[in-house]
Structure formats: C-alpha cells, structure tokens
Nanobody
Framework: QIQLVESGGDSVQAGGSLRLSCAAS????????MGWFRQVPGKEREGIGV???????SYSDSVKGRFTISKDAAYGILYLQMNNLKPEDAAMYYC?????????????????WGQGTQVTVSS
C-alpha cells in the first residue's frame, strides 16, 4: 500500500522560497513515477513536475527554471524546491505516484495521492 504525506506548505511573500516534502512509503515506491501537482478552487489539477525512477525530471512551463524536483530514495522523500514564488503559485500542492513506463504530468494517470499542503503567496 502506497502512502504519501506532504509537508512544508506555508505563507510567503512573492519572491520567496519554500521547500515541500512528500514522505513516501510502500514497496518500491521510489521506483514509481512521482510528481507534484497543484490545484486552486474551481480549476483543474495542474501537473507541475515529475521525476522518473532514473531521476529524469520534467516541468511545466509555468514553473520551469524556478522549481526543482528531487528525491532521496534512501529515506523515501520527494522534494519540491520552489524559488522566486509568484502570487499565481498559490495553491494546494499534492504529491502523487504511479507505476508507469512513461511518466506523465496528467493527474488522471496517477492513482496514489497525498492529502496536500497549502502554499500561499502574497504580493
């Protein structure tokens, strides 16, 4: 059984930084496709970055160059380093995992989710 628990959400000013963590447990979970998604009320969940089992990453255009995904496989933790935060980055952030050959950023391809952590960015 895969369990994902996010933490690190906070309220920051525009231009600031945050690091989100996702503690992952379950057999071989770090070999899964893992991703970070975000959602604001009334909008569809957005995939912002994914990391494959070989640590290859991909990002949405909205965060490329500002956000970095990494993982510590030994400790089962997925990270999202967010720099130069903008008010439009404010959202509930979720981590997700799925056993797939090709990692995607489509939330519908992921079946394991955490409960989310809130990020607020003030201008």
């Amino acid at each position: 059984q895969i369990q994902l628990v996010e933490s690190g959400g906070d309220s920051v000013q525009a231009g600031g930084s945050l690091r989100l963590s996702c503690a992952a447990s379950g057999y071989n979970v770090m070999a899964y496709c893992m991703g970070w998604f975000r959602q604001v009320p009334g909008k569809e969940r957005e995939g912002i970055g994914v990391i494959a089992s070989d640590d290859r990453t991909s990002y949405s255009d909205s965060v490329k160059g500002r956000f970095t995904i990494s993982k510590d496989a030994a400790y089962g933790i997925l990270y999202l380093q967010m720099n130069n935060l903008k008010p439009e980055d404010a959202a509930m952030y979720y981590c997700a995992a799925e056993w797939r050959r090709h990692c995607t950023s489509d939330y519908r391809d992921y079946g394991h989710w955490g409960q989310g952590t809130q990020v607020t960015v003030s201008s």
